[in-house]
């Protein structure tokens, strides 16, 4: 395999073409593949050229890592920028990724994501979007952004509103979707499959197995011959139960129906990812969703929140963030949706 990263950086994205296959590893595993700014611009060229090489057939990405296939965006490095008042290189890092989200759901051939262990948030960006998505029975998928002050992103404005029931395949399910985005409720394999996040559930000791047959037998024969019966969801069997929580008009009604579910969370940003779920149900394409979000990126970076946010989560640890707003009704949501009727493009 060869690094694809600048002359001088580690090699944390490796890739080769074998027998019609451009293969892809995530290779940073002692931080469970948090995807760096630089990741995001090799993966992005990697597609990029590949988009169009008679060569490749089809993409393959998977993890060095046994624990995670990508636990999200590298969000330290983006605080730090913020810190040093460098917003607009820091806005630029959304740019880069959500490009990268748009480019695998638009791309034009099969895209197979070998989503073992976690897969958190911007790691979802990176394989939700793809053709060919597989989970195993150990797989972790969260998006836990309102946490640390920021929002639900990577697209997830096009994908959890659109989430559905295996027996109502087609009605979305946006209350679930809030469910997911608001709280960061973790998900299963199984979960993944039923909900329409993943298409194909393998047993973990067979991931590497079926990287290996996706190589050398192509991905539609692979994956029928490794895929196995999920077992039963267990949001599927809650489903009417949180859609009883999560399905109000409004967002404090929702907050006093699951006060256990969103304590904690930055009321900023349980404004922010209700109203962008709502933008995003009722928008036609995964670009236009992603154009809302950097838009909303680049104003919530520069909020308070955030800063204190990954703070308190994942610098000082000490989860005790001090919220600018008490409450979710002393946000402004007017400026907020006023954000929101905005759009920034993303780079091509």
Not at 9 to 15: C, D, E, F, G, R
Not at 18 to 37: D, E, F, K, S
Not at 186 to 198: E, I
Request: hydrophobic letters at 45%; proline letters at 5%.
């Amino acid at each position: 395999m060869t690094d694809t990263a600048t002359t001088g950086t580690a090699q944390h994205v490796l890739t080769e073409v074998r027998n019609g296959t451009g293969h892809i590893v995530l290779n940073r595993p002692r931080q469970l593949n948090a995807l760096t700014a630089q990741m995001y611009r090799d993966l992005k060229a990697a597609l990029d050229a590949w988009r169009d090489d008679d060569a490749v057939r089809h993409v393959l990405v998977t993890s060095a890592s046994p624990r995670a296939w990508c636990a999200g965006g590298d969000i330290r490095e983006v605080r730090d920028a913020v810190l040093a008042g460098r917003t607009e290189e820091a806005t630029g890092v959304f740019a880069v990724e959500y490009a990268l989200d748009c480019l695998i759901a638009d791309y034009p051939k099969p895209y197979v994501a070998l989503m073992n262990g976690i897969c958190m948030g911007g790691g979802m960006g990176i394989s939700v979007h793809g053709s060919h998505r597989v989970v195993g029975p150990s797989t972790v998928m969260a998006m836990p952004e309102t946490k640390i002050g920021f929002f639900t992103d990577i697209g997830a404005s096009w994908f959890l509103p659109r989430v559905s029931r295996p027996d109502h395949r087609g009605e979305p399910g946006l209350a679930v979707g809030r469910w997911l985005a608001l709280g960061g409720q973790r998900l299963g394999g199984a979960d993944a499959v039923a909900l329409g996040l993943a298409d194909v559930l393998v047993a973990d000791e067979d991931f590497e197995a079926l990287a290996g047959a996706v190589v050398e037998e192509g991905p539609e024969d692979a994956l029928s011959r490794f895929a196995r019966e999920p077992e039963p969801s267990s949001v599927v069997a809650r489903w009417e139960e949180i859609e009883e929580r999560y399905g109000a008009p409004t967002l404090e009604q929702i907050v006093a129906a699951a006060p256990e579910d969103l304590a904690g969370m930055s009321p900023s940003s349980l404004v922010r990812t209700f109203e962008l779920l709502e933008r995003g149900a009722a928008d036609d394409s995964v670009r236009s969703c992603l154009e809302r979000e950097l838009r909303l990126a680049a104003d919530t970076i520069a909020r308070p929140d955030f800063a204190e946010g990954v703070r308190a989560v994942l610098v000082d640890k000490d989860n005790r963030p001090a919220w600018e707003h008490a409450s979710v009704t002393d946000v402004d949501v007017a400026a907020v949706r006023a954000v929101l009727d905005e759009k920034l493009p993303l780079p091509r």
